[in-house]
């Protein structure tokens, strides 16, 4: 990296930038919210894939830890408000066909410099996992494990909807070697579930919840969704109540948006239908209002999201490891990766999908190589939705001082109650929690701010 004195490109943006921004619209509109990386998806570019197989060619510093996605994009139905790539009209002879491309997709990745480091995490995203059959997930189980093993890996994570369990294949989960389990609840209330279109009924929480406490899991996680269609507070008050009675080990609070391709947001710009969740004022409101229950009950707080019971035995490694850096494959349709400082991205159709990798080549879709501000700025914002910065890290990493470089940005922040600044630290208030992703883009370069996020 440059050294501390040198001109930064980062420092020039954020010196642009030191105005307040407009406060978030209380109307829920349409279009992306959560900040999940940088630079925006939108640059992401197939002319740039030459990067990404750069990258995944040539031998990789053994110290950055490497993590495993996998993607198994199958519902029962499509949540109305979900932007994922799933598929809910698929039959067990196509299930298996991507099953088998996934395995062969990593067999692909087996001699690649990338896999020569051990795992560290591993991470069952969806969609929805449990929805493959006990004896489809075993055995998609049987061949990844041909080419790459987590049995020493530090954490192995199973995303879960309620009505896809059953007791056998709770116990096969245990048996497969996975310490986090995380169900997807959103909200106990039936009439609230169907409306926004969850496959799940309460009854089926708790039946679930039976199994998954039987296997004595390392941890089990509880999704909550504030602002859910049809939610008012006195729901929301029940929800926080009916999950601290079930004392999982860590709950994660999410704040419902509206990308493009929802459900709800196609009647809102196709319909004119007015948007039917709760306001940005109410859905603050409402997640204030829930960690300060969690807290009062003894949980502590884990990032802008979550909560854990226990600190030590409540780690997140998949989420640490990654927005510090880590370097993470994902395979199946539409996944993301990142390697050496390269994004990259898996085609995004089923059938292209599955069709590259019967060809045998990796189903690759578009990448984009980041610049070292890039690498920084992204490091940056993401280490701030932890709560908590500590200047000394991107001293040490990258050679720069962050708090000088981005200090009109953070003063700001300051002014507007939303963090703390003392020496070498940054600590963000219950406001700035609750509102992160809305400030986030005020550290972006300004090619990067009010441009279209996915």
């Not at 979900?82 to 692909?108: G, H, P, W």
Request: glycine fraction near 8%; charged fraction near 25%; aromatic fraction near 12%.
């Amino acid at each position: 990296p440059a050294p501390p004195s040198a001109p930064h490109p980062a420092k020039a943006a954020a010196a642009k930038n030191s105005l307040p921004r407009p406060p978030v619209a209380e109307e829920t509109s349409v279009g992306s919210h959560f900040i999940a990386n940088y630079p925006p998806f939108s640059f992401w570019k197939k002319e740039f894939l030459p990067a990404a197989e750069e990258a995944l060619s040539r031998p990789l510093e053994p110290a950055v830890p490497l993590g495993l996605y996998l993607h198994i994009p199958f519902c029962r139905k499509r949540c109305k408000f979900c932007y994922f790539r799933v598929y809910t009209d698929k039959n067990s002879q196509e299930i298996e066909r991507y099953v088998d491309a996934l395995a062969r997709e990593m067999a692909l990745y087996r001699e690649r410099p990338v896999f020569a480091r051990p795992l560290k995490f591993v991470y069952f995203g969806g969609g929805t996992p449990s929805y493959l059959g006990t004896g489809q997930l075993l055995s998609l189980i049987e061949r990844l494990q041909a080419s790459v093993s987590w049995k020493d890996a530090e954490e192995v994570t199973f995303e879960c909807e309620p009505g896809t369990l059953s007791q056998g294949k709770v116990k096969a989960l245990k048996d497969i070697g996975v310490t986090r389990v995380s169900l997807g609840i959103e909200n106990f209330d039936d009439r609230i579930l169907e409306e926004n279109g969850r496959a799940h009924l309460s009854k089926e929480i708790y039946q679930a919840w039976e199994w998954i406490q039987g296997q004595s899991f390392p941890q089990v996680n509880i999704d909550l969704l504030a602002g859910m269609a049809g939610e008012t507070g006195e729901n929301w008050q029940r929800c926080i109540e009916k999950t601290l009675e079930l004392a999982p080990d860590s709950v994660t609070i999410y704040q419902m948006e509206l990308p493009f391709n929802t459900v709800f947001s196609m009647e809102i710009l196709q319909e004119g239908k007015a948007p039917p969740v709760a306001s940005w004022g109410e859905k603050r409101s409402w997640a204030r209002q829930a960690f300060e229950a969690f807290e009062r009950a003894g949980y502590h707080v884990s990032s802008g999201y979550t909560l854990v019971k226990d600190p030590v035995k409540g780690r997140f490694s998949y989420r640490d490891s990654l927005w510090r850096g880590a370097d993470m494959v994902g395979t199946g349709v539409a996944s993301f990766s990142h390697v050496a400082g390269v994004h990259y991205q898996n085609l995004d159709q089923f059938e292209d999908y599955i069709g590259a990798i019967q060809s045998g080549r990796l189903p690759l879709l578009r990448a984009l190589a980041m610049s070292p501000a890039e690498r920084l700025i992204r490091e940056l914002i993401l280490e701030m939705k932890l709560g908590r910065l500590d200047a000394g890290y991107f001293r040490r990493k990258f050679g720069r001082e962050v708090l000088r470089d981005f200090e009109a940005v953070f003063r700001s922040l300051k002014e507007r109650g939303y963090l703390s600044w003392e020496e070498d630290t940054i600590t963000l208030s219950r406001e700035g929690l609750v509102r992160v992703d809305s400030w986030l883009p005020e550290f972006f370069l300004p090619e990067h701010r009010n441009a279209r996020y996915t």
